[in-house]
């Protein structure tokens, strides 16, 4: 064969992860095109996910039944303090959330006569597989700050960089006249003007820019309140990190 597995869930193994990778592709393709993701992806892909679980208890017995309920738990309860908190979007929580349902454990299988994942890492039964994925995506996302530092280097020059140095490793300076085509992303500040006097604060998961907001910067600038540029901070389409950090794991186990 060219696809079989050998771990304990009874040659499922590979279908979860095709099955997985098939569905996260598409969504990374939504994600990157328009920042959102039908949430009948995640009905299907969590669907799949509780067939899955049923076959898996009737094989192996209420034992997995609860090891996969404690994977959903503290992965969902992790994915939503991340989300409250605006470190990544609702699908990326319900894409973790889903991915917890399929995998509660490190899926095992060979491809050819190779075997996979690369590397058998020791994980904590209580420290859900989806976690891992998290951990991977969020290190693979490290390209991102490396990739906006290296941009204002170049356009901020080393002097202008240093007084701003922690911005530059999370947003980049836009002409306020070009914020209506930033489409992917956000301001990085949120302005308010209390009796005439302008306060700029960092928001935490940026401003989203909309006409409003853009018309507001603008009269803040006739007025001489902002200068011509605003930091803005992209939008990334995270799934496709989680995507890269499920492969990840199932080729090479960390």
């Not at 991102?144 to 020059?157: A, C, M």
């Not at 006097?197 to 409003?212: D, E």
Request: proline share 4%.
């Amino acid at each position: 064969m060219l696809l079989t597995s050998t771990s304990h869930y009874f040659e499922m193994d590979i279908y979860r992860v095709v099955f997985s990778l098939l569905i996260l592709a598409y969504a990374c393709y939504s994600d990157i095109r328009e920042r959102r993701v039908s949430n009948i992806v995640w009905v299907v892909m969590a669907s799949v996910g509780i067939a899955f679980a049923g076959y898996s208890t009737v094989v192996q017995g209420v034992s997995l039944l609860i090891l996969i309920i404690s994977s959903v738990i503290i992965t969902g309860t992790v994915s939503y303090i991340f989300f409250r908190l605006g470190f990544f979007g609702a699908a990326d929580a319900k894409a973790l959330i889903c991915i917890a349902m399929l995998f509660p454990t490190q899926p095992v299988f060979n491809i050819f006569s190779y075997h996979f994942p690369i590397f058998d890492a020791f994980v904590p039964v209580v420290f859900p597989f989806a976690l891992i994925v998290l951990l991977n995506a969020s290190v693979l996302a490290l390209v991102v700050p490396i990739s906006l530092f290296l941009r204002n280097l170049h356009s901020l020059g080393l002097k202008e960089l240093m007084r701003n140095a922690a911005m530059c490793f999370v947003a980049y300076r836009v002409d306020i006249d070009g914020l209506g085509s930033d489409r992917f992303n956000r301001l990085t500040h949120a302005y308010k003007e209390i009796d005439g006097h302008l306060t700029r604060r960092y928001s935490l998961g940026g401003t989203p820019i909309n006409s409003k907001t853009v018309q507001e910067l603008k009269a803040y600038h006739g007025e001489q309140k902002v200068g011509t540029e605003a930091w803005v901070t992209p939008e990334l389409p995270f799934i496709l990190f989680i995507t890269l950090g499920l492969i990840a794991c199932c080729l090479i186990g960390v």
